[in-house]
């Protein structure tokens, strides 16, 4: 098992689901900033499960809380690695700016992330969505003060290891097709 988060863009009705983005052995900051805006815990699309595992939220402020953040990290004076992180974060903007991956939810899938650990899946989800719920109002209050000290001051353990490990916890990779593909 490869161990993934999965993120998908999704409409109810007519149901139509956009492959968006996987994250190998975390759920990044960006899967999470996408599904902040009203998240709700929801059945897979994926797995068979007796509790919901997904977690699902309004697309528009999902995606504005997003952007915001990954704007103001642009912003960094002191951006770890810029010049390798710029280009990706760029991208980034550029993927999730298209029509095309806009749609009223974003759907999360970390059921192969909750795997590795050793809660149930029902308290894995639950977990998750606390950390969602703390990561989304320190964005905001960060976006707020149009903060310059984003990775070094921040109170959320996510956005403070992000300075060192950005590429698996800010979650840059974006695309078409993902392993669990939908034709939708």
Not at 11 to 30: C, F, G, M, R
Not at 72 to 81: H, S, Y
Not at 142 to 165: G, H, I, M, P, Y
Request: glycine share 6%; with cysteine.
């Amino acid at each position: 098992m490869a161990n993934r988060s999965y993120l998908y863009a999704l409409d109810l009705e007519p149901q139509a689901v956009k492959d968006l983005s996987e994250n190998a052995y975390a759920v990044p900051i960006t899967h999470m900033l996408l599904v902040s805006d009203a998240p709700e815990r929801v059945d897979s699309m994926l797995w068979d499960c007796e509790h919901p595992i997904a977690i699902r939220g309004r697309g528009e402020g999902g995606y504005r809380r997003c952007v915001a953040l990954l704007e103001l990290l642009r912003a960094q004076p002191d951006l770890p690695d810029r010049e390798a992180i710029e280009p990706q974060l760029a991208a980034a903007l550029e993927f999730l700016a298209r029509p095309e991956n806009s749609r009223g939810y974003y759907h999360l899938e970390a059921g192969e992330i909750f795997g590795l650990g050793d809660l149930p899946l029902d308290t894995s989800t639950r977990h998750l969505l606390d950390t969602i719920g703390a990561l989304a109002a320190e964005v905001d209050a960060l976006v707020a003060a149009r903060s310059q000290a984003v990775l070094r001051d921040a109170k959320t353990w996510e956005l403070r290891e992000c300075a060192t490990q950005w590429p698996m916890l800010l979650g840059l990779f974006f695309s078409d097709v993902l392993y669990f593909h939908f034709e939708r």
